[in-house]
């Protein structure tokens, strides 16, 4: 099994910029297709982005495109989630997860998951 711990998360204003970490301990990341997440209060866990074991492809929300960066360095055993231009409604706790198949987004596939950093957003 593999752990996940996220870290980054913060109060920014909108338009700020935050990069999110997310380090696997037990087995090493590049064994795993990695996503971020994301969870609004009363609304559903959403997918953000994700990333091949190699880091050769992402795949993106659209309401992130542009403005959203994962990257991994599977070296460190990290992941990350770098975030630009920031806006409200970005407000969210956001979650890594890891699975061993091939790059998606679907929640659901998604077997490891860490505890969750919250970013919120002010206007």
């Known amino acids: 099994q593999v752990q996940l711990v996220e870290s980054g998360g913060e109060l920014v204003q909108a338009g700020a910029s935050l990069r999110l970490s997310c380090t696997a301990s037990?087995?090493?990341?590049?064994?795993?297709?990695m996503g971020w997440f994301r969870q609004a209060p009363g609304k559903e866990r959403e997918s953000v982005a994700a990333i091949s074991r190699n880091g050769g492809m992402t795949i993106y929300a659209d309401s992130v495109k542009g403005r959203f960066s994962i990257s991994r360095d599977n070296a460190a055993n990290t992941v990350y989630l770098q975030m630009n231009s920031l806006k409200p409604e970005d407000t969210a706790v956001y979650y890594c997860?890891?699975?061993?198949?091939?790059?998606?987004?679907?929640?659901?596939?998604?077997?490891?998951w860490g505890q969750g950093t919250q970013v919120t957003v002010s206007s």
């Open positions: 997860a890891a699975h061993g198949g091939t790059l998606l987004r679907d929640v659901g596939q998604y077997n490891y």
């Open positions: 037990g087995r090493t990341l590049r064994m795993y297709t």
